[in-house]
């Protein structure tokens, strides 16, 4: 069993940034590929942004050249700088071990207009 555990979430005002992280609880997340997903109320999850065991990324079109996605295998984390933030980027994010399945608990990301 492998614990992902968001944190970085917050309230920030549009144009603000900030920046989440995912720490895995086990040693095997450099082989993972993972990704943050985000759900709003009322819509389903989406995609946010993935990053291959190689570091090979992929960005959902609604936040290409605002968000980054990274990681620091060495510390087994994920991270998510989030700039330009709008208010439709409001939501919980979750962290995501595309490879083996295992979702975080989600950190509440609010943007206020």
């Known amino acids: 069993q492998v614990q992902l555990v968001e944190s970085g979430g917050g309230v920030v005002q549009a144009g603000g940034s900030l920046r989440l992280s995912c720490a895995a609880s086990?040693?095997?997340?450099?082989?993972?590929?993972m990704g943050w997903y985000r759900q709003a109320p009322g819509k389903q999850r989406e995609l946010v942004a993935t990053?291959?065991?190689?570091?090979?990324?992929n960005y959902a079109d609604s936040v290409k050249g605002r968000f980054t996605i990274s990681r620091d295998n060495a510390k087994n984390t994920m991270y998510l700088q989030m700039n330009s933030l709008k208010p439709e980027d409001t939501a919980v994010y979750y962290c995501?071990?595309?490879?083996?399945?295992?979702w975080g608990q989600g950190t509440q990301v609010t943007v206020s207009s």
């Open positions: 995501h071990s595309i490879t083996f399945g295992y």
């Open positions: 086990r040693s095997i997340f450099r082989i993972n590929a």
């Open positions: 990053i291959t065991n190689t570091g090979s990324t």
